[in-house]
T-cell receptor, first 115, second 114 residues
Framework: KAGVTQTPRYLIKTRGQQVTLSCSPI?????VSWYQQTPGQGLQFLFE???????NKGNFPGRFSGRQFSNSRSEMNVSTLELGDSALYLC??????????????FGPGTRLTVL | AQTVTQSQPEMSVQEAETVTLSCTYD???????LFWYKQPPSRQMILVIR??????QNATENRFSVNFQKAAKSFSLKISDSQLGDAAMYFC???????????FGTGTSLTVIP
């Protein structure tokens, strides 16, 4: 079974621009979560989508948004980029229910650099 | 909300030796899961071991085991017979049983010395 995929793997943007990142979960997984990873901060939860609905949201400004499609693929968007948005953005999917409930499977991440 | 604290930013261990990574957490939830994830350099994060809070028995996965002290809210990871491939960033995480929002610690970078 294919793992979680994220595109693109690397992005370079300038301040003020916007960016869209994509995540395709493992087949059959309906929950997709997004995290921002920075050195010293660890992983910070952005939001979680389940069945096209945002179910949980972390403490990030409204510039960070996301959505999920009917096939469970998810996108996150960051508008008006700031230098501090430079980070590794990780997507994780999970199978809701069953023995493996709550285990999250991570993608390779998208490395965003804001200049 | 939950918080997870990893007080050791960096650790090192000699190959074939044993090392213990510390993690403490704080939660108001009565039931939750605890995890250790491993992130090798420039590679994907993978699950190392998982503990269900209602189970008193410590989880074990081959060379990896945990010391789960529920009353102390402590969840340490022991790696036995350390191998070069164990070198990675290790993250401790918790999640309520009824939710899907993971709370991660800031990670411990483990170096394995040949």
């Amino acid at each position: 079974k294919a793992g979680v995929t994220q595109t693109p793997r690397y992005l370079i943007k300038t301040r003020g621009q916007q960016v869209t990142l994509s995540c395709s979960p493992i087949s059959g997984h309906r929950s997709v979560s997004w995290y921002q990873q920075t050195p010293g901060q660890g992983l910070q939860f952005l939001f979680e989508y389940f069945s096209e609905t945002q179910r949980n949201k972390g403490n990030f400004p409204g510039r960070f948004s996301g959505r999920q499609f009917s096939n469970s693929r998810s996108e996150m968007n960051v508008s008006t980029l700031e230098l501090g948005d430079s980070a590794l953005y990780l997507c994780a999917s999970s199978l809701v229910g069953g023995v493996r409930y709550n285990e999250q499977f991570f993608g390779p991440g998208t490395r965003l650099t804001v200049l | 909300a939950q918080t997870v604290t990893q007080s050791q930013p960096e650790m090192s261990v000699q190959e074939a030796e044993t090392v213990t990574l510390s993690c403490t957490y704080d939660t108001s939830e009565s039931d939750y899961y605890l995890f250790w994830y491993k992130q090798p350099p420039s590679r994907q994060m993978i699950l190392v071991i998982r503990q269900e809070a209602y189970k008193q028995q410590n989880a074990t996965e081959n060379r990896f085991s945990v010391n789960f002290q529920k009353a102390a809210k402590s969840f340490s990871l022991k790696i036995s017979d350390s191998q070069l491939g164990d070198a990675a960033m290790y993250f401790c995480a918790s999640v309520p049983r009824t939710g899907n929002q993971f709370y991660f610690g800031t990670g411990t970078s483990l170096t394995v010395i040949p």
